[in-house]
């Protein structure tokens, strides 16, 4: 216990002044998640601004044959401009990227509305640009609105009711909470978490053997009257108080992102307040262990400080698999996934962004099967670090 | 008193020592003379315990290397090839460390660090960080945290190995000093000259097995030669030739 102890203060100390752990672990692990995370939240909100609320200008070729259309148009707050003079110039500039989308109004028009034949519009566009494509669905859904309104009217005065052309009135009742929408945007914040808590302790776990061995001070360490595996619970504990520390930065920086995002505008209320801080560093903190020990042992394999790094990157990715599938599936929370590492912190962190009731055999079968199997591979971990290939 | 009895030592197929029996009394300088490859590190890596032998045994102050290794290491100190020091703690951190790891009481660690400084003449840089250390500062504080702990027996492997002059001068003071004080001290070089200037008894290592154990001029009648160096060439040649 005495060695343990030893081991581990002077791991910590050690690393503390290393500016490469420091860099990584209460760095670059804790703020690449948020500064990603703020990216992408404004754009979205960008985004979901765009919609409908700004003018929009609009190339209409042949507007002059429809006044009325014109005007309907401007109402929706889209605003006719310049067009090119003609078609197949319209064909041109929008296959340039010159305009997004143009409108084609024939000169027929007239003498079809009179002869209630079906006018044609032509609308044109390249759909395999995004901001185009939500450009042109707003002006469809204009024209169609329009195309209604004069339905209603023809109908109305041939004495019929427009309500006959609805058979049904479809309606989307949305029953997703402001927190449950978060949650959709926010599922990779569990990843985000795992990712800083992993930063936070590769060093260490590369140090204690590749990069013992690289330096030459392994040979002189196991030649102390000391058992090899208080060396290694050493240095894993050391790593694990780094992920700690690493997997806290990042939370507490999430916090502070998520106060600062204007995520209401996305109508979106992250249950992300101190006390659920406080209850995700709890449900995520025992990822510590097993992250350490599985670092530990991979870096164990490998013949340098580089090649370890190369093979503890894989390491970083490794946790997102079970994330991804989640989401692509949309599985619920079940007891039995509460025996997947990172799978079940996921879903327990969603459950809490989402604000929804603890299950506490869940998190009971999370922290305690995450905890044994970080046992497991710490066993593990000792077991080849008595070998003697260990040297090298 | 260090004592190795028929040790060998394969790693697959290479059969790196193959039968070597030789004893390192107390107060006396042995040295373990051999070329590159002749099973010198691995015989001295079996007595401080990191690889255990395939046959034979080998004991430290009547402690088996294998059976007893935690008390066989606590009564070595040794400084394996190439010993490196942790870059971002200080010499004297460095040292302490070892001191603490060697469960020495709480309350003498501090004295003891300091006086095995004061003995190494490491005073100088003893609180300075050893990131930037030369290869001779280095080693002195290497062998300091090996002897922290004031073993009875040291064994230090090629410890001359990337020094130069000066450095090479003060390390062998440093090794007589060990041997006036009752050591035993056990150390392996590939350098003729350097074994000759310091031993009290040469064991000559190759192709795995003991060439020559005898005294300096034990070898010199034993091979004929008058020359150290030539009688060294002669004794391998005649091993590696069986």
Known sequence: ?392 | MIRVDGLHKYFGEVKAVRGVSFEATDGRITGLLGPNGAGKSTTLRVLYTVLKPDRGTASIDGADVVGDALRARSMIGSLPHGSGLYPHLTARENIRYYAKLYRLPPEVIEERVQSVIDELDIGDFADRRSKGFSQGQRTKVALARALVHRPRNVILDEPSNGLDVMATRSLRELILKLKDAGKCVLFSSHVMQEVAALCDRIVIIAAGRVAVDASPDGIRDRTGCDDLEEAFVKAIHRVETD
């Open chain 1, 1 to 392: 216990m005495h060695a343990f102890r030893t081991v581990f203060v002077k791991e910590v100390t050690d690393n503390f002044r290393d500016r490469r752990t420091l860099v990584s672990a209460l760095l670059m692990g804790p703020l690449f998640g948020p500064i990603l995370f703020a990216f992408v939240i404004s754009i979205s909100v960008k985004q979901s601004l765009s919609d409908g609320s700004e003018p929009l200008d609009l190339p209409v070729i042949g507007g002059e044959h429809a006044p009325n259309l014109l005007d309907y148009l401007a109402s929706r707050n889209i605003n006719i401009a310049d067009a090119p003079t003609s078609r197949a110039a319209a064909l041109e500039a929008v296959g340039q990227g010159v305009h997004d989308v143009v409108v084609v109004i024939p000169e027929s028009i007239g003498d079809d509305m009179a002869t209630t034949t079906p006018a044609r519009i032509e609308v044109i566009s390249d759909q395999a640009n995004t901001k185009a494509e939500r450009e042109t669905r707003r002006v469809i859904r204009a024209l169609a609105a329009y195309n209604q309104e004069l339905a209603g009217m023809r109908l109305t005065a041939r004495g019929i009711s427009p309500v006959v052309m609805q058979p049904l009135n479809i309606d989307l009742v949305d029953v997703s909470t402001p927190s449950g929408r978060s949650a959709i945007l926010l599922g990779m914040l569990s990843y985000f978490f795992i990712f800083a808590l992993l930063t936070g302790g590769m060093n260490l776990a590369i140090d204690s053997t590749a990069g013992e061995r690289e330096r030459g001070s392994l040979e002189p360490l196991l030649c102390l009257p000391v058992t090899r595996d208080q060396l290694i619970f050493g240095k894993i504990f050391a790593a694990c108080l780094f992920m700690a520390l690493s997997l806290s930065l990042s939370l507490i920086s999430f916090y502070v992102v998520l106060k600062l995002m204007p995520l209401q505008q996305l109508g979106m209320t992250p249950n992300f307040g101190p006390d659920v801080v406080v209850q995700a560093f709890f449900l995520l903190v025992p990822f510590a262990l097993l992250g350490a020990a599985l670092m530990t042992l991979v870096a164990s394999f490998t013949k340098s400080y580089k090649e370890a790094q190369t093979w503890l990157s894989a390491v970083l990715l490794a946790p997102t698999l079970p994330i991804l599938i989640v989401s692509i599936l949309m599985v619920r929370p079940s007891t039995a996934y509460m025996f997947i590492p990172s799978l079940s912190q996921h879903l327990l962190l969603v459950g809490l962004i989402k604000n929804e009731a603890v299950n506490w055999l869940h998190v009971a079968v999370s922290v305690s099967g995450t905890l044994a199997l970080g046992i497991v591979l710490t066993l593990v971990c000792a077991r080849l670090y008595r070998r003697e290939g260990l040297l090298g």
